[in-house]
């Protein structure tokens, strides 16, 4: 079946961007040798050692496109309202012009790829198909691995018009040069520029979160930044939670949790690492389901200790981009197990010692793994129908003031929660390392639309769901003094997560604090921890005077969004107050 309106955007596409020639892409095994051979011999992939690392790529991108350009990326609604004061905004006509004029030839002595695809398992209400047209062959293979790609895509779509349009070109690759548009009441996006993931792999931050998040308003669904984990008990019972974390924060640690020793008979199944899409099912719970099929996971600090079942998915069939290359064939990057190697490649193409002054991989280098090799991986993973989600965890990574888990009074306390997250600024994105931001849900570089409309999105889905899970906040990173971290992480992270079960069943003891439930001492399990009692106190404590000093950038933080915060925020936000000054 020729569908007419993929063929003539494909045909436009073409005219404007005027390729050598064109390659419609299929997702097969020959097809991903044929480019992958091309891809070396043009110097774009360096094929990694076929026994150590089989099937396996490394890829160095220019020094200057190596993380996502939050300031560069727009979403394009006719009015500029609807975009709101958290997004970048341009008029969608002026965009186009302007835009497309970065597009105009940008093809010339390249191939344009065509690439169906799939996001959300095969055959499942909550899936959405797209289209990303691109030049880069790197993109094209990464599309392959991170979604289900070709004839799974073009077949559901038959002659239907309804689907994400994407367009991409690597350009130049010089910044003034760049742009990620989202035009979300046309579907569409347009990324010039930049061959790095998060700005060139249209299906994952453009389409799963930016595009999906506006459908989902729309069509009263929800798209978020989060992970999904299934905790199974001992008695063999499994409970599914999702987690919103930024960048850094351990969002891919807790997806792929090995329990510690100590947790005997525990066990977390991995369904999704960074994307969650949560709809009310016929029982009227929220059921979530994870749209993509791979792995982009950040390479520093992966290790057999911090999370070994990402750097066991990691093993085969995998495109590293940005990390070391040492003389065996095999890469390396800061944190991973053992001594460094006496010397290899950077990530820049240099050659590299313990001694050389810049690190021998990117900080926010990355790989591209299919998800079915984690060895956690959920068998429902891929359920059409999705996972009951019991709790929805908030976090950020904070050295003071938040405690290690606290839970929410109720569904609209939740939202308020997760609406007044804040983080560290990592270098996933552009910018400085380190500062201390809001990043409601840690949807802020993500939100399709105006963020104060997703809050009362939040608020209207908690109306419908009939059995709503319960919401919690998080922090895995409060320090002492001394700026020691007090809370082991990793795999102990589990003990909080069997008291947010303990809550969500029924159970598990709790003070009420001004900001939400707090675990009284005992409530955790801390068999085996070198935990001494000062130091559980402080991860528990709720120091009133440091909430109140809270408020401010809370209230500065709301303040952005003017009359069309939602009344339940600024009701929860004077609530807060209160407790604190009064409770």
């Known amino acids: 079946m020729v569908n007419r309106a993929l063929e003539s955007w494909v045909e436009e596409s073409a005219r404007r961007c005027k390729p050598d020639k064109v390659v419609w892409c299929d997702g097969s095994d020959e097809e991903w040798g044929r480019l992958t051979s091309e891809a070396v011999a043009a110097g774009e992939l360096i094929p990694l050692n076929p026994k150590l690392h089989p099937n396996s790529f490394l890829h160095r991108s220019a020094p200057n496109d190596v993380a996502r350009t939050e300031h560069l990326t727009y979403i394009n609604?006719?009015?500029?309202?609807?975009?709101?004061?958290?997004?970048?905004?341009?008029?969608?006509?002026?965009?186009?012009?302007?835009?497309?004029?970065?597009?105009?030839?940008?093809?010339?002595?390249?191939?344009?790829?065509?690439?169906?695809?799939?996001?959300?398992?095969?055959?499942?209400?909550?899936?959405?198909?797209?289209?990303?047209?691109?030049?880069?062959?790197?993109?094209?293979?990464?599309?392959?691995?991170?979604?289900?790609?070709?004839?799974?895509?073009?077949?559901?779509?038959?002659?239907?018009?309804?689907?994400?349009?994407?367009?991409?070109?690597?350009?130049?690759?010089?910044?003034?040069?760049?742009?990620?548009?989202?035009?979300?009441?046309?579907?569409?996006?347009?990324?010039?520029?930049?061959?790095?993931g998060g700005n060139a792999l249209l299906g994952k931050k453009c389409l799963a979160l930016r595009i999906a998040s506006f459908l989902a308003r729309g069509e009263g669904w929800l798209a978020e930044h989060m992970l999904i984990v299934g905790i199974q008990s001992p008695e063999?019972?499994?409970?599914?939670?999702?987690?919103?974390?930024?960048?850094?924060?351990?969002?891919?640690?807790?997806?792929?949790?090995?329990?510690?020793?100590?947790?005997?008979?525990?066990?977390?199944?991995?369904?999704?690492?960074?994307?969650?899409?949560?709809?009310?099912?016929?029982?009227?719970?929220?059921?979530?389901?994870?749209?993509?099929?791979g792995f982009f996971?950040?390479?520093?600090?992966?290790?057999?200790?911090?999370?070994?079942?990402?750097?066991?998915?990691?093993?085969?069939?995998?495109?590293?981009?940005?990390?070391?290359?040492?003389?065996?064939?095999?890469?390396?990057?800061?944190?991973?197990?053992?001594?460094?190697?006496?010397?290899g490649t950077d990530w820049r193409g240099r050659p590299w010692t313990p001694g050389s002054k810049e690190k021998g991989a990117h900080p926010n280098s990355r790989f591209t793994a299919p998800a079915v090799q984690c060895p956690c991986i959920s068998p429902e993973w891929e359920n059409p129908n999705g996972v009951p989600i019991s709790a929805i965890l908030f976090g950020g990574r904070r050295a003071r003031v938040a405690p290690l888990v606290v839970e929410s009074f109720d569904w609209a306390h939740g939202v308020f929660l997760g609406a007044t997250v804040a983080s560290e600024t990592t270098a996933a994105a552009t910018g400085a390392v380190g500062v201390v931001r809001r990043d409601p849900m840690a949807m802020l570089p993500f939100c399709g639309y105006h963020m104060a409309d997703y809050f009362g999105h939040w608020l209207?889905?908690?109306?419908?769901?009939?059995?709503?899970?319960?919401?919690?906040?998080?922090?895995?990173?409060?320090?002492?003094?001394?700026?020691?971290?007090?809370?082991?992480?990793?795999?102990?992270?589990?003990?909080?997560?069997?008291?947010?079960?303990?809550?969500?069943?029924?159970?598990?003891?709790?003070?009420?604090?001004?900001?939400?439930?707090?675990?009284?001492?005992?409530?955790?399990?801390?068999?085996?921890?070198?935990?001494?009692?000062?130091?559980?106190?402080?991860?528990?404590?709720?120091?009133?005077?440091?909430?109140?000093?809270?408020?401010?950038?809370?209230?500065?933080?709301?303040?952005?969004?003017?009359?069309r915060l939602p009344a339940a925020m600024k009701a929860q936000y004077t609530g807060l107050e209160s407790r604190l000054n009064h409770g």
């Not at 994407?166 to 910044?175: A, F, I, P, T, V």
């Not at 510690?260 to 029982?283: C, E």
């Not at 003891?509 to 900001?515: K, N, Q, S, V």
Request: aromatic share 10%.
């Open 77 to 196: 609604t006719r009015s500029k309202d609807d975009s709101g004061p958290t997004n970048n905004w341009r008029d969608p006509k002026q965009a186009y012009e302007q835009v497309g004029r970065l597009f105009e030839g940008a093809m010339k002595g390249r191939t344009m790829y065509v690439v169906p695809f799939v996001m959300g398992p095969l055959g499942s209400p909550f899936s959405k198909v797209g289209v990303e047209i691109t030049d880069s062959r790197y993109v094209a293979l990464n599309m392959r691995i991170m979604t289900r790609m070709g004839k799974p895509a073009l077949d559901p779509l038959g002659d239907s018009d309804d689907f994400t349009r994407g367009l991409h070109s690597c350009g130049d690759l010089k910044e003034e040069h760049r742009a990620i548009c989202h035009f979300p009441e046309d579907n569409t996006i347009w990324s010039v520029g930049s061959g790095y």
């Open 236 to 293: 063999g019972k499994i409970t599914y939670i999702a987690a919103a974390f930024p960048s850094a924060c351990g969002k891919t640690n807790l997806a792929m949790l090995v329990p510690p020793a100590s947790q005997k008979g525990w066990r977390v199944w991995t369904v999704g690492d960074d994307i969650a899409w949560m709809r009310i099912g016929p029982d009227g719970r929220l059921w979530a389901v994870n749209p993509e099929a």
């Open 297 to 343: 996971g950040v390479a520093p600090g992966t290790s057999s200790k911090s999370n070994p079942n990402a750097l066991a998915t990691t093993g085969m069939n995998t495109i590293f981009t940005n990390v070391l290359l040492k003389p065996d064939g095999t890469v390396w990057w800061e944190g991973l197990d053992g001594a460094p190697p006496e010397g």
């Open 460 to 563: 209207e889905m908690g109306k419908r769901i009939k059995s709503s899970p319960r919401i919690f906040h998080v922090n895995w990173f409060r320090q002492d003094s001394s700026g020691k971290f007090l809370w082991p992480g990793f795999g102990e992270n589990l003990r909080v997560l069997r008291w947010v079960l303990d809550r969500v069943n029924g159970r598990g003891e709790a003070r009420e604090t001004p900001i939400g439930f707090v675990p009284t001492p005992n409530a955790l399990d801390l068999t085996g921890l070198d935990l001494s009692p000062s130091a559980m106190e402080t991860l528990l404590a709720v120091d009133r005077e440091a909430w109140r000093g809270e408020l401010p950038s809370q209230a500065e933080f709301f303040a952005k969004f003017g009359e």
